[in-house]
């Protein structure tokens, strides 16, 4: 099984779900690339996430393919039908907001891709720190700091 088909389930052979480059402005694809830069990891390092990080990820991709994205391009569609579009609001700003979707998706898309799911949940005893593990520690003044080890991700 491939990582497009855990991704993208039958949601891109929807009619609607694509829109040819035709409908672009030739700038768009320069501004969409600019937005793309994922955050760095450190040298070396893996971008480990957990199953639910994991999971809230593939769930925000499956509803902009599956939900949101159709939505705008009926919109712009419509928007498109009728007629001149220089004053076309609708139009113009579906345009926009499916290039912001579009964008997210490949951000999803790729961090899906690099992502190494670890499961704190396999993990045993208290005596290691591990990724996902929520720790409790004492700062230098010695009040007690409680965190969880997430991933970029994951992060707030």
Do not use: C
């Not at 030739?26 to 639910?52: M, W």
């Not at 925000?60 to 393919?65: A, G, S």
């Amino acid at each position: 099984m491939s990582l497009s088909d855990i991704l993208l389930p039958q949601s891109l052979q929807h009619p609607l779900a694509l829109m040819s480059k035709a409908f672009t402005k030739e700038t768009d694809a320069d501004e969409d690339d600019d937005d793309l830069a994922l955050p760095p990891l450190p040298a070396g390092g893996k971008n480990y996430i957990t199953p639910q990080g994991y999971a809230r990820l593939r769930g925000e991709l499956l509803d902009l393919i599956d939900n949101e994205r159709p939505k705008i391009v009926d919109v712009v569609h419509w928007a498109a039908s009728n007629g001149d579009r220089s004053e076309n609001g609708d139009y113009h700003y579906g345009k926009k907001r499916l290039r912001e979707i579009d964008r997210r998706i490949r951000f999803l898309t790729k961090r899906m891709e690099i992502a190494e799911i670890s499961d704190p949940a396999v993990h045993h005893g208290n005596e290691q720190v591990f990724f996902g593990a929520t720790v409790t520690y004492a700062d230098d003044s010695g009040a007690e700091q409680t965190v969880t080890i997430l991933g970029i991700d994951e992060a707030d």
